[in-house]
Each structure stands twice: as structure tokens, then as C-alpha cells.
């Protein structure tokens, strides 16, 4: 190595610069100085004797130097003191050689027994720490062990405990049941004592009996068989349950068993058997509507089902996959499209029915009503959307809506009043003229009962009277009122009619009305015309006549009357003599002065009577 290459080479340079320090100071002749220079390099050979000892060659290069200086330097002088100065110097690098060889094989012994020593001590160390070691692993074997015994007895308890409180069934059993819990006791409702030593498929179906017994033996086999399977459990009662089955095989002290868990999955079976009848049914019924269903989602239609053909002549593989607004005519695509996302983002209510125009394959629209509610396909929102076809239903709207106008067109332009009511004889309807004859206006009358809108009372004794149903038409005598809302009074001629429907229920009532105020003040002046003398007006011999045909006949009866005749004597010459005038004026000076003698039958016969 470097660093022992670098101290020889420090060693034999120290001798070298002693021995040429000790050639030049020997060079005095003073006595006193070379024996002091004598001791002085034998003191410094003598003092790096035990540091360079152990290694006695740079030991030797270091001294060399320094003793050949010396005795070259002695034996150069020739004295015979300095001769034996030489030998002594000499006999003193011989000892120190001697005394270096031995220190150095002291050293070196006593490094190997060091060695030899420090091996035994690691030895013995380790020998001791393995010892340690070994009684610490027979310790912590004797501490796990007891550990683990402990263990398995907290598990051994625990799975007790979790066996005997779990609702799900436990069994071990190979041929025979060799531990069940309390769950599966119940769930067959035999107690562990009754199922302890039975065949293992004791308790299971005769559906199923073969097929748990067939796994069951090949699974003790080491075959391979399914480890989940759900089969029939016969109850104790002859009751049937489901279940849901686990078996795994393990070794039970020490031998293969089958370790198998149940739960009961009736109610989960017994949902799905009516999960299927539900989507039987609704299967039944999505076929059997007379109505077209879709399902509409990303405005795109997912479902459709068969009476899509029905409305527009497309099979369901035909119109799913298609967008909602190929289907719907353009003047109505922005309506349904923004109806049908705004309905399953929820934002903005929307009205849950709507009518619009569809286009059918060949290119006809066609009416339809759409219903529509949101629901959530494939775990997607969607819509769910009914579509009726109410074309002839509109075509008939529109058909009875021409019908109504013109009604209403005519109910506005005819003179007479119209007033229609409900079955309860609430108002309706009333036409302008109804409304200006009776003083009410349309929006106030309705829902008031007719009575109360139309009075009618009758001339004779004031009594209201209620019209009846039925054409009835007032006889010519009876004199009947209206009165109006502001008290005023009209004479009117009505009749009232019920309104029924096709099937003869009686749903309204129509009543009819006119003014006939002022017909009936004429009638009443044609009427007293006709039986009057105008200058007079004494009754003529017509009026006259019929009055004596009443006496006549209740003469008949025991009526007793008086028939008194008046005659005009010369009356012709009067008229004849100062005229007409004059003679009409003695009339009805004689009318005036009659009135004194009686009120009854009076007539006129002639122009002189």
C-alpha cells in the first residue's frame, strides 16, 4: 500500500539526516562532545525502537544510516578511544537489531494470540447470541403457540357466536350433517338435534334432491363443480323455500367436508316470478292499447310499440333509432322537440297533453294528441308518450265548430230572445236579444236560474208564473208579463222546449220569447173596432148579436134578461134637413144621456137606431 511505502521511505530519510547531523557535529575534536553525540544517537535509536518494532525493516533503514555514520566517523580518527567507540557502536546496532528482531516477534505473537483471541471471543459471541437467539424463537414459538391457541379458541367462539346469532344458514356435512346452526334449524324448522347424523340432502326438495346429492359427492371427490346454486328446501310444515347456496371444501378435523351457507331468497324469487307476470301484463297491455307508445330519449325514439304501424305505416324496428322530429309535421317540430327536453330536464312545467300534425309514410298528416310523462330509460331520464289519433275527432270538431258558429251566427241575428239553461234550470246561454229584453247581460245571467232572469207574471192576478217545459204557447186570452230587471213590464208570447240527448236524458231546456207589446195594443184596437160603432161607441149589431146568443142560452138555463128597443123617430130628416154632422152630433148627445139608464147590451143598429 501507499501509506507503507511512504513510511519507510519517512524512515530511512529520519536516518539519513541523524546520521549526517551526527557526521558534522562529531567533526569538533571536543571530547565531551562526541561522547554527547554518541548518547544522543544511541538514545535516538533506543527511542524509535518500540514505535518501529513491528516493522523492524523500516527499523533497520532507519538506523542504518545513523550507527554507519558513527562508526565510519570513529574509525576515520584512528584512536584507539574512538576504535572502541566503533566496536561498541557496533556491538550497541547488534543489540538493537537482536532487541528489535524479538520485540517484533513479541509484537507479532501477541497480535496472533490477540487475533486467535478476538476469533474465540466472536465466536463464543456468536455461539452465545444464536444461543439467545434460539431460546428467543423458542420463546416467542411457545408465546405464539399459546397465542394461537388462544386464537383459535376466540375464533372458535366467535364463529359460534356468528353461526348461532346469523340469519344466514351454515351446514358441514359430507355424506351426513355434521354441525348446523341455529338459522338453518329455523329455516326448516327441524332442530339441530333432528338434523345432526341425516343425510345431508335431508331437508332439500325432491325437485332438487338428486342434483344436491350428485355436486355434493362430487365436490368430496375434488371434481369441480359450481360453487353457488339456488335450490328448494322442503319445510318442516310441507312449506316451499328458496334458497340461495354456497359450498366450498374444507377439512374438518382432518378430514374433507363441504362447509355450505344459505340464505332464504323466497320473497327475492316470489318478486321475480311477479316481476315476470308485471312485465307480462305490461307487455299485454303496451300490445293491446289502441294507442301508439313511445319512448323518447336524446330526442331520439328508443321504443315504439306495434300500432306505430296503425298511425303511421311504419314497423317499431322501422321507426326507433330515428329523431322524434322526422315523425312530426315542420310547422309543429320546434313545439313537440322543445316540449319533449324541457319535460325531462324539469325546468319549466309543461302541459302533460297537446294536440299536433304527424306525417304518415305516404305523406298524409294526421291529427294526434300527445300525453307525455318523465321517466327514466336504460337508468337515462326519458319520456313515456301516449299518441291518440284524433284526426276524425278533429275533422268532426272542426265540422261542429262551422255547425256552432252558424248556430251562434243565427241565435245572434233572429229577433226573438233565446235563453238556454242546464238540467237544473240554471242559464246558460242568452242571445243579444234575450239580453236586451230582460235586462240582464249574458256573463251576470249565467249560472242564475231562469226564473229569476225571465219573470213572467200573469195580468189577471199578478201571480208569477214559472214556464214549463214542453212547447207550451199562452191561448189568446191569457195576457202574461215580463218583467224586466228594471221593473219595467212587457207583454210577451214564449214557449220552452227540454233539450235531450241521444239517448233521451233530459240535459237542458230552450225558451223562446218575443215582445208583443205593441201587437197586442193593436190586436186590442182591431179588436174593439170590429165590435164598436165609431161614433158612438156603443157595441154593433154584430158584437150585439153574439151577446144576445149567450143570453139566449143561459135563458135556457133559467137566466132571466130584458130586451129594450129604441127607435129614432124623423132622425132621417135631421140628417136630411142640417146634414150629417148635425145628426151625429144628436147620436152622441143621446149616447151621452143613455149612459144614465143603464149599462148593459147597449147597440147601434142603423144610422137611425
Not at 516493522?55 to 532507519?62: H, K, M, P, V
Not at 378430514?255 to 318478486?271: N, Q
Not at 315504439?304 to 312530426?328: I, K, M, Q, T
Not at 248556430?407 to 234575450?434: F, K
Request: glycine share 8%.
Amino acid at each position: 500500500p501507499i501509506w507503507v511505502r511512504l513510511y519507510v521511505a519517512g524512515m530511512v530519510l529520519g536516518g539519513v539526516v541523524w546520521g549526517f547531523g551526527a557526521s558534522f557535529i562529531g567533526a569538533s575534536e571536543s571530547g565531551f562532545t562526541q561522547a554527547f553525540m554518541v548518547v544522543l544517537l544511541a538514545g535516538v535509536c533506543a527511542g524509535a525502537l518500540p514505535e518501529s518494532a513491528p516493522a523492524r525493516t523500516s527499523y533497520y533503514l532507519f538506523i542504518s544510516p545513523i550507527l554507519l555514520a558513527v562508526v565510519i566517523r570513529s574509525l576515520s580518527l584512528g584512536e584507539p578511544l574512538y576504535l572502541v567507540v566503533a566496536g561498541a557502536g557496533a556491538i550497541y546496532a547488534g543489540l538493537l537489531v537482536h532487541t528489535a528482531r524479538n520485540l517484533h516477534n513479541t509484537l507479532r505473537r501477541s497480535l496472533m494470540l490477540a487475533g486467535e483471541n478476538r476469533d474465540l471471543v466472536q465466536t463464543l459471541t456468536a455461539s452465545k447470541e444464536q444461543a439467545e437467539a434460539a431460546y428467543r424463537r423458542l420463546e416467542a414459538e411457545a408465546a405464539e403457540r399459546t397465542r394461537t391457541a388462544a386464537l383459535l379458541q376466540a375464533s372458535e367462539a366467535r364463529f359460534d357466536n356468528v353461526a348461532s346469532t346469523t340469519y344466514t344458514a351454515i351446514m358441514i356435512y359430507r355424506e351426513s350433517i355434521l354441525y348446523v346452526n341455529p338459522a338453518l334449524a329455523a329455516m326448516t324448522g327441524f332442530s339441530q338435534q333432528e338434523l345432526l347424523g341425516k343425510e345431508a340432502w335431508f331437508v332439500v326438495h325432491a325437485d332438487h334432491k338428486d342434483l344436491a346429492r350428485v355436486r355434493s359427492q362430487a365436490r368430496l371427490r375434488g371434481e369441480d363443480v359450481p360453487g353457488h346454486y339456488e335450490l328448494k328446501l322442503a319445510h318442516k310444515d310441507g312449506q316451499l323455500r328458496w334458497v340461495s347456496m354456497n359450498a366450498v371444501l374444507i377439512d374438518y378435523e382432518g378430514t374433507p367436508a363441504i362447509l355450505a351457507t344459505a340464505y332464504d331468497v323466497t320473497e327475492r324469487r316470489e318478486a321475480e316470478q311477479a316481476l315476470r307476470q308485471s312485465e307480462e301484463k305490461y307487455r299485454l297491455l303496451v300490445e293491446g292499447v289502441t294507442d301508439t307508445i313511445l319512448i323518447a330519449q336524446d330526442d331520439v325514439v328508443k321504443f315504439a310499440n306495434g300500432h306505430v304501424r296503425e298511425l303511421l305505416g311504419y314497423s317499431p324496428e322501422e321507426f326507433c333509432g330515428r329523431p322524434v322530429a322526422d315523425y312530426v309535421a315542420p310547422e309543429f317540430r320546434a313545439l313537440v322537440v322543445g316540449r319533449l327536453r324541457r319535460r325531462i330536464s324539469g325546468s319549466v312545467a309543461q302541459p302533460a297533453a297537446y294536440a299536433f300534425q304527424v306525417v304518415h309514410r305516404d305523406g298524409r298528416k294526421i291529427w294526434v294528441e300527445l300525453n307525455a310523462v318523465r321517466v327514466e330509460w336504460e337508468g337515462r331520464p326519458a319520456t313515456l308518450n301516449v299518441v291518440r289519433d284524433i284526426h276524425n275527432q278533429r275533422l268532426a270538431e272542426a265540422a261542429l265548430f262551422d255547425v256552432r258558429e252558424k248556430a251562434q251566427v243565427t241565435l245572434q241575428s233572429i229577433a226573438d230572445g233565446v235563453i238556454t239553461s242546464d238540467r237544473d234550470g240554471t242559464v246558460e246561454y242568452m242571445n243579444p236579444v234575450a239580453e236586451k229584453l230582460c235586462g240582464w247581460d249574458n256573463a251576470e245571467a249565467s249560472g242564475v236560474a231562469v226564473a229569476e232572469v225571465f219573470r213572467v207574471v200573469d195580468r189577471a192576478d199578478e201571480a208569477a208564473v214559472t214556464p214549463g217545459m214542453g212547447a207550451f204557447v199562452p191561448a189568446a186570452s191569457e195576457e202574461r208579463y215580463m218583467v224586466q230587471r228594471n221593473g219595467n213590464r212587457l207583454a210577451v208570447e214564449y214557449s220552452a222546449s227540454p233539450i235531450r240527448d241521444k239517448h233521451g236524458r233530459l240535459i237542458g231546456s230552450v225558451l223562446v220569447f218575443r215582445d208583443i207589446t205593441e201587437v197586442r195594443a193593436l190586436s186590442r184596437k182591431l179588436a174593439y173596432q170590429a165590435a164598436h160603432d165609431d161614433l158612438t161607441g156603443l157595441a154593433n149589431r154584430r158584437a150585439f148579436e153574439g151577446r144576445l146568443t149567450e143570453m139566449l142560452a143561459a135563458a135556457e138555463q133559467g137566466a132571466v134578461h130584458a130586451l129594450c128597443y129604441l127607435d129614432l123617430d124623423q132622425f132621417k130628416i135631421i140628417n136630411d134637413a142640417a146634414g150629417h154632422v148635425a145628426g151625429d152630433v144628436l147620436l152622441q148627445q143621446l149616447r151621452s144621456e143613455e149612459r144614465r139608464v143603464g149599462k148593459e147590451g147597449r147597440s147601434r143598429w142603423a144610422a137611425d137606431h
